[in-house]
C-alpha cells in the first residue's frame, strides 16, 4: 500500500496486491477504483468527475453519512451528509496472509463536524482488498445521548451498457420513487429490475443479496449486505446526466448505483456507547446462476 498525490490535491492510497488493484482518496475513504487482475474496474468513476478538496468525487463508494439524501432537517447542509467530502485518516493497512490487504479509515468528530452535526462519534471503515470487495462502516456513538442517523455505502457499479442492466432480488417489493414527479409509493412489478430512463428508489424492506447483472465483465456482481434493510437503486437517465457537470452526455449508460443503506424509515438509532455496523461484501459470478434470487 503506497500513499500518493492523487488527482486535484486528494490524497490517494494505492494497494497492489496479488489480487487486485484498487486506489482510495483519503477525502471520504472513498474507494475509488477495485480491479482484481485481469478484470475491468468493478467501478465506474466519472471521466469529469471533479477531484477538489471539499467536493463530492462523482464515482467509486462514496460513503453517504450521517443523512442519506437532502439535509433532513433543511438546514442548507450538504446532501448525503458530510462524511464524503470530509478528510478521512488511515488507522491501519495490513497485508493478511492470503495475500489480501485490509484498510482500516477514521473520522471523528471536531469543530467542523460539530458545526454541522452536533454529536460525538468514530466512524470506521474497514475496505479489504482481494479477489472480492468488502466494505464495513462502523458507527460508535461517543456521546452521552442517543443519536439517529442514515447512510448508505453509494456503490457506483461499471456496465457495458444500462440496457443490459438488471437487478436481481427486488422482484415484487414495494419502493419508495424519489423521481420529482413520480407518485412516491412505487407500485411493485414482476421480474427483475431494468432500466429505461431516469430511476431513483429506496426499498425499505430490500433481502441481504442482490445480484447485478451486465456489470462490465459480464457475470454478476453478487452484493450480500449486513445491518441494512433498505437498498437505493439509481441511475439518473441519459437527460439529467447530460446536463450534470461531473457526468454529462452518454455517461448514464456506463453506472448504476446500487446501494446498501439505511434510508427512509431504516433508521439507524445509537445509545450512548454503542455502534451499528453496515457492510456490503461483494464477488463476481461467473457463471450465471439458474436459481436467481
Ligand atoms: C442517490 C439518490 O443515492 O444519489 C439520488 O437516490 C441522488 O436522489 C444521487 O441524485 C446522487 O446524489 P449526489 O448528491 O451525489 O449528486
Same mark, same amino acid.
Given at each position: =500500500?503506497r500513499? %500518493?498525490?492523487?488527482?486535484g490535491r486528494? =490524497?490517494?492510497?494505492h494497494?497492489h496486491?496479488?489480487h487486485?488493484r ?8 472513498q474507494l ?9 474496474d468493478?467501478?465506474y468513476?466519472?471521466?469529469?468527475a471533479?477531484?477538489?478538496p ?7 463508494v462514496?460513503v453517504?453519512?450521517?443523512?442519506f ?5 433543511g438546514?442548507?447542509?450538504?446532501a ?7 478528510p ?12 489480501c490487504t485490509?484498510l482500516?479509515?477514521?473520522l471523528t468528530?471536531?469543530? %467542523?463536524?460539530?458545526a454541522?452535526w ?5 466512524l470506521?471503515?474497514e ?9 464495513a462502516?462502523? =458507527?460508535?456513538?461517543?456521546?452521552d445521548t442517543h443519536?439517529?442517523? $442514515?447512510?448508505a ?5 461499471a456496465?457495458?451498457?444500462?440496457e443490459?442492466?438488471?437487478?436481481h ?5 414495494g ?6 414527479g %413520480?407518485n ?14 431516469r430511476?431513483?428508489r ?5 433481502? $441481504?443479496?442482490?445480484?447485478?447483472? *451486465? ?5 454478476r456482481?453478487?452484493l450480500?449486505?449486513?445491518g ?5 437503486v439509481?441511475?439518473?437517465?441519459a437527460?439529467l446526466?447530460a446536463g450534470?457537470a461531473?457526468?454529462?452526455? *452518454? ?11 439505511n434510508?427512509?424509515?431504516d433508521?439507524?438509532t ?5 455502534e451499528?455496523?453496515?457492510?456490503l461484501?461483494i ?9 436467481s434470487p
Amino acid at each position: =500500500t503506497r500513499v %500518493a498525490a492523487g488527482r486535484g490535491r486528494l =490524497t490517494e492510497l494505492h494497494i497492489h496486491n496479488r489480487h487486485a488493484r484498487a486506489v482510495v482518496a483519503l477525502q471520504g475513504a472513498q474507494l475509488l477504483s477495485f480491479q482484481p487482475h485481469g478484470e475491468p474496474d468493478w467501478l465506474y468513476l466519472s471521466p469529469n468527475a471533479v477531484f477538489a478538496p471539499g467536493r463530492p468525487v462523482r464515482g467509486g463508494v462514496p460513503v453517504c453519512w450521517p443523512w442519506f439524501g437532502p439535509d433532513p432537517q433543511g438546514l442548507g447542509r450538504p446532501a448525503h451528509g458530510f462524511a464524503r467530502q470530509s478528510p478521512w485518516v488511515l488507522r491501519h493497512a495490513l497485508d493478511e496472509g492470503d495475500g489480501c490487504t485490509l484498510l482500516e479509515l477514521e473520522l471523528t468528530d471536531d469543530a %467542523a463536524t460539530r458545526a454541522l452535526w452536533p454529536h460525538r462519534f468514530r466512524l470506521r471503515l474497514e475496505i479489504r482488498v482481494g479477489d472480492t470487495l468488502a466494505l464495513a462502516l462502523t =458507527t460508535r456513538n461517543l456521546g452521552d445521548t442517543h443519536l439517529t442517523l $442514515t447512510q448508505a455505502l453509494h456503490s457506483y457499479f461499471a456496465l457495458d451498457r444500462i440496457e443490459g442492466a438488471r437487478v436481481h432480488g427486488l422482484d415484487g417489493l414495494g419502493f419508495i420513487d424519489q423521481v420529482p414527479g %413520480a407518485n412516491p409509493q412505487g407500485a411493485p412489478a414482476p421480474g427483475p429490475l431494468t432500466f429505461a430512463g431516469r430511476l431513483d428508489r429506496i426499498y425499505p424492506n430490500a433481502p $441481504t443479496r442482490l445480484q447485478l447483472e *451486465g456489470a462490465a465483465g459480464g457475470g454478476r456482481l453478487t452484493l450480500d449486505s449486513e445491518g441494512s434493510r433498505s437498498a437505493v437503486v439509481w441511475n439518473p437517465g441519459a437527460e439529467l446526466a447530460a446536463g450534470m457537470a461531473d457526468l454529462g452526455p *452518454g455517461e448514464h449508460s456506463r453506472f448504476v448505483c446500487v446501494e446498501t443503506a439505511n434510508a427512509g424509515d431504516d433508521v439507524v438509532t445509537l445509545a450512548p456507547g454503542a455502534e451499528h455496523r453496515l457492510a456490503l461484501a461483494i464477488a463476481r459470478t461467473t457463471e450465471p446462476s439458474h436459481r436467481s434470487p
